[in-house]
């Protein structure tokens, strides 16, 4: 706690940095050079590098391309349907005309 009060005093320079940095960079590639000389390490590294990556089922490919050309088709007839003329109406615009509509509609059996 004491340490970290004092870092926070002590203001650091670009050169401290830098020079920090550079530091960090050296440690880290020493441990990874002594790490890779070890005959663990490197059999380990042999295996991930060696390990076989499981292949995909038979038939994914043959689903995934039907999938596509079904996406495909719905896409085309989407787009082969005429434009709509004038202003969509929106969900919102029809719930509101059902709940107008239903109100006149009670209005009128009351009187």
Known sequence: M???TKMKQRLIDG???SGI???????????EEV????????????????KQKRE???GTGVHQAA??????E??????????PVGRMTTLWELHTLNHIVGATHLKLREV
Do not use: G, H, M, N
């Not at 940095?21 to 441990?31: G, N, P």
């Not at 999938?67 to 495909?72: F, P, T």
């Open 21 to 31: 940095l550079q530091q960090a960079r050296e440690t880290i590639k020493s441990k």
């Open 74 to 83: 719905a896409q085309d007839e989407i787009l082969a349907l005429s434009a």
């Open 56 to 58: 995909p089922l038979e």
């Open 2 to 4: 004491i340490e970290i």
């Open 35 to 50: 790490q890779i000389k070890d005959e663990k390490v490197q059999a380990k590294i042999f295996e991930i590098k060696t």
């Open 15 to 17: 050169s401290d940095v």
């Open 67 to 72: 999938r596509q050309q079904q996406c495909l």
